[in-house]
């Protein structure tokens, strides 16, 4: 059974960081690509980055470039999401997700975590 578990969520004041980390189990994680997704209240679940299988291709939304960083580690299991610079337009429910196959902007992952709520204040 596969699991993708999210943590490292909370609150944090406008300009903070925070840095996310999904635990994966029940896969060959180092033959999956990673992403990170979010949904804020009300709208749509987003594209957020996504990263490679071995780690040497990312993408990133317009949204998140120069302040968010995708990365992994094959040896631990777990892709992790350092967030950098956040405002309240960050705030959302973050999911991690599993696919087979990079792919820049695709929705269309295999696997899905429960997300993790971060919350930023102004």
């Known amino acids: 059974q596969v699991q993708l578990v999210e943590s490292g969520g909370g609150l944090v004041q406008a300009g903070g960081s925070l840095r996310l980390s999904c635990a994966a189990s029940g896969l060959t994680f180092s033959s999956y690509a990673m992403g990170w997704f979010r949904q804020a209240p009300g709208k749509e679940r987003e594209f957020v980055t996504t990263?490679?299988?071995?780690?040497?291709?990312?993408y990133y939304a317009d949204s998140v470039k120069g302040r968010f960083t995708i990365s992994r580690d094959n040896a631990k299991n777990t892709v992790y999401l350092q967030m950098n610079g956040l405002t309240p337009e960050d705030t959302a429910v973050y999911y991690c997700?599993?696919?087979?196959?990079?792919?820049?902007?695709?929705?269309?992952?295999?696997?899905w975590g429960q997300g993790t709520q971060v919350t930023v204040s102004s």
């Open positions: 990263i490679s299988s071995n780690g040497g291709m990312t």
């Open positions: 997700a599993a696919r087979s196959g990079f792919v820049r902007t695709t929705t269309v992952y295999n696997y």
